[in-house]
């Protein structure tokens, strides 16, 4: 035999060659690395520049249903994780549209009263509902200032494989962190607002001086709602 | 009486008969697995899966829910990519579906599928548009 015979010879037999009980080369070679996770130094955002959101428009809020298999066709009882909401000063008439959602604060009251431990932030700032512990009780939906939060009352079918949801828990925007865990750098309403020629929802992390939402923070005067609660919330508002 | 009895024990015989045809005789009924889709290479020989699996399972769920570590070793879409029934698309629609058939045999409820997807992601993606 060849020499160049033998060494193919070798490299074909060491493909199925047992490295350990059950793990074979072909497999590592196989295996894709799993993602680094949440990150503590990160810390997510949105900007919601409210004097470029448009009266009328809910394409954030389509994107979101879609995004997420949320009822298309919302009734009152359907889980909503973001809204439009329409405010009027009256003295002045000035009238602004605004998207709400979950504003992922730091100190998030939902975490605070969950008697399970299900309402949780995570290292990256994300604060979401570990459906596998939720019972149920609605407790996080009355803590939240903000009416983020929906109760799922009836049973679900065909729901994404990236995001389970179903009946007796409760849910919230999630800041699409099946995306941001992917390493996709936005979400499902800012890609939608953008996509409509708005672009006044602008996501990023606001703990990298470099990136857009981090610019524009330091560029332009925004408020937090109802930051009397000291809550130091992801989402910051322009305009209102 | 006794004729009832038979006539009872006879028609059970046939009905039993008639649904487990595939199956061997015996007095229980073994559950069918289907096969995985073909040229797929399961994250672990079939003996350790079948003993291991929900904690395998239970403790990726953790890692990835409050981790975000996701694409790892071990996940329950990744069972539903292989595991789909090609007849219904889904792990637990049927009961001969890969999950159910087992887990009706040993008599353990999941609950996974009343949030999870049972189906792959393609599949979901197609049933979207209409």
Redo the contacts between chains.
Sequence with gaps: MSRRGFLGVAAAGLAGVMLAP?IRLI?IA?????????SPKVRWGMLIDTTKCATGCTDCVTACNTENGLDPKPSPTSAQWIRKVEIKEIKTGRASSVPVMCQHCAEPPCVDVCPTGAS?K???GIV?V???SCIGCRYCVMACPYKARSFVHE??S?????V????G?VESCTLC??R???GEKTTACAEACTRAGHGAIVFGDLNDAGSEISRRVREIQTTQLRADLKLDLGVRYHGI | MRSLAALIGLLAALSAGGTLAAEPAGRTPKPVVETATAGT?C???PE?MRRSHMDFLKHQ?D?T?????????YSL?GC?DCHASPKTGSVAKAETNFCVSCHSYAAVKIDCF????S???EA?AQ?EPK
């Design positions: 059950g497999e196989q295996a894709a690395a799993p993602t680094a996770g949440a949780f995570r290292a990256d979401l570990d459906r596998h049973e679900l065909d729901q994404k494989p990236d389970p949801r179903g009946k828990c962190v099946h941001i865990d992917k | 290479q994250v672990a020989p350790v769920r890692d829910v409050h981790g975000g570590i996701r694409g790892a070793k879409k539903i009343g949030c999870h997807a189906k792959p992601a979901v049933k």
